[in-house]
């Protein structure tokens, strides 16, 4: 694909907070944007030139997006297979492209990815049944985590397995459905390395964040993260050997495990930018947005070195009423998603916050 | 006004590349906006929640705009008085007021008022007919500048008189208008500064830019500019002066001649977002645009201070179809406008560049 000439229309599916940060970041480049989503007072619908409120999989909608779109991509990873399978009859270009998204929906065809192409993983195991996830629970040992090999998210899908008796219990609360053993992964801090590859093939990755979670909900990144330079190489080697074993296009989120000692293991993918990502809006000259929108057009990849270290602090529920008093904060950068209801735990918005040098 | 909370919609009046900048902006702080413009796709309609396509002074078109906007913002200074009025009865907000768009839309206010208020100007005379044109250009002596006193721009609108022979045919040419003549400044270079104030009455200026124009039209801002702490501070007070004389609020651009020895005189001002403040979105924490968003929904202004030293440089008609070349160009960060066509001289995109430290 050459790259596409500003005036072009970007398609994305999803219109959420990322749907949001694309639209805006491909406004900039002289993009216009066409969002599907099912509801049409979205956040991202509200910067877009066009919005498509249909479900994701609906074949008219798709049908409209593939004809206004010169590429199409996604705010989430779970997209439904059928609604790839129709933009590919469509003729629609699309990044990142099918693989990727797969790999990304199902935590054992990923974590087997990973670790085929030499990214390192906890150990895990498979199970479809109730006897079976038993026999994987005895294989990992106690305790572990059991999750849902699909459709999790934010510590949804995932309970610990703290004895053997357990098992299947656990089993049935998840659903009855295929699951993921995985052994704990005895790290010390957790860190994410945001990285990029262009249609050419090209490499870009930003510095590590640091991140903390509450109740599985990301709380805050500290970016760039203090980290030696052997932990910088192998986070940097990890990112080239996921996104060129995908032939992947556009931004991804990487999450990783820094155990002791050093050695870094991957706990998981994002074919999409990333919530540890956010801080590149105030910490880089192009940020994560920018880079994506960079990549499904096919142009060059931008700079990704930071010019500021950055404190991100997601603002969940009913925290975003809290703006007055950051508005006045001189050093609260704001970004505020447009959401009409202020859910219990909902992600509203995001601060960026510059540290001192 | 107190505070406009985020979800609010804020009204801009013109639809062109500030205004699509300003919705950006808007838009990261969690506002709607709704844009009226004659032309339905211009390019800030495409990245906002509405747009009213109608004349700027449609009786109906404002009466949706007050009916949607809790605060309405204009893009450029030469709003009808007849828009403002309608909008004043429908007791809508506006930020600026009235006083300051009258103010910038005639030279004649418009200097009277910068001398009232202690900010130097060049000379100048007024004028309505040929023979008043002819006296003021004695008055003021040769060579000097006609131009209109209204509807200017981009160096349209003006010539110069070399002789006192030539007043009335150039009165003539410039359309039997009222005049202004102004003597000229024996400027060593072109500066500017951009300046915001709130509703509370705090002032916040950014560094100083000097500029760089072509057949009238700008070409390139350096900023911050190197200048001397004398300079700095004649053009803050400067700045505050006509701030606080107009009672302002929102961000204003105000063009500046540098004389030998260092005194300043005011050339222009616009009341609102300016070509010459682009250079901020990639060289301060809080741009511009984001400035005045603040300032007209009653929030506290952010800093002015600049991170990187930007040289900005304006993409004018055919130029941005080198956007090939300048998407590979590394350091150099594209804001493209999204107009459909690139005509002969028309302000089609910008460009950010870093400077090396």
């Given at each position: 694909m050459s790259p596409l000439p500003p005036g072009s229309t970007l398609g994305i599916l999803g219109g959420g907070q990322l749907g949001r940060m694309l639209a805006l970041a491909a406004a900039r480049l002289g993009f216009d944007v066409v969002i599907l989503e099912p509801e049409p007072d979205c956040p991202?619908?509200?910067?877009?030139?066009?919005?498509?409120?249909?479900?994701?999989?609906?074949?008219?909608?798709?049908?409209?997006?593939?004809?206004?779109?010169?590429?199409?991509?996604?705010?989430?990873?779970?997209?439904?297979?059928?609604?790839?399978?129709?933009?590919?009859?469509?003729?629609?270009?699309?990044?990142?492209?099918?693989?990727?998204?797969?790999?990304?929906?199902?935590?054992v065809i990923e974590k087997t990815f990973l670790n085929a192409v030499g990214a390192p993983t906890v150990a895990f195991a498979e199970a479809d049944t109730a006897s079976g996830a038993i026999e994987a629970v005895k294989r990992i040992g106690v305790p572990c985590l059991m999750?849902?090999?699909?459709?999790?998210?934010?510590?949804?899908?995932?309970?610990w397995v703290e004895h053997l008796a357990n098992a299947e219990a656990v089993f049935h609360r998840l659903g009855d459905r295929p699951v993921i053993i995985e052994a704990p992964a005895a790290f010390v801090r957790e860190l994410s390395i945001i990285a990029a590859r262009s249609r050419a093939g090209e490499i870009a990755v930003y510095p590590i964040g640091e991140n903390h979670h509450e109740n599985g909900v990301l709380r805050r990144t500290l970016a760039p993260a203090t980290a030696s330079q052997a932990i910088i190489d192998q986070a940097e080697r990890i990112a080239a050997q996921i996104l060129t074993g995908l032939n992947y296009v556009g931004v991804m989120g990487i999450e990783l495990f820094e155990l002791e000692g050093g050695r870094l293991l991957v706990n998981e993918i994002a074919p999409r930018v990333h919530n540890t990502g956010h801080?590149?809006?105030?910490?880089?000259?192009?940020?994560?947005?920018?880079?994506?929108?960079?990549?499904?057009?096919?142009?060059?990849?931008?700079?990704?070195?930071?010019?500021?270290?950055?404190?991100?602090?997601?603002?969940?529920?009913?925290?975003?009423?809290?703006?007055?008093?950051?508005?006045?904060?001189?050093?609260?950068?704001?970004?505020?998603?447009?959401?009409?209801?202020?859910?219990?735990?909902?992600?509203?918005?995001?601060?960026?916050?510059?540290?001192?040098?």
């Open positions: 991202a619908a509200r910067v877009s030139a066009h919005v498509i409120a249909t479900a994701y999989d609906d074949p008219e909608g798709l049908a409209e997006l593939a004809r206004l779109a010169h590429v199409v991509t996604f705010e989430f990873e779970n997209v439904p297979a059928k609604a790839l399978s129709l933009l590919a009859e469509l003729g629609a270009e699309t990044a990142p492209g099918a693989r990727a998204l797969a790999t990304a929906q199902d935590r999750k849902t090999r699909r459709d999790g998210y934010d510590g949804k899908g995932q309970a801080w590149t809006q105030d910490g880089c000259e192009v940020d994560q947005f920018e880079q994506h929108v960079r990549a499904v057009a096919g142009w060059p990849l931008g700079p990704t070195r930071a010019h500021t270290q950055i404190e991100m602090e997601n603002l969940l529920g009913d925290e975003v009423e809290t703006w007055v008093k950051l508005a006045a904060e001189s050093d609260a950068r704001l970004h505020l998603y447009g959401k009409r209801e202020a859910k219990a735990g909902r992600k509203m918005g995001h601060i960026n916050r510059p540290m001192p040098d």
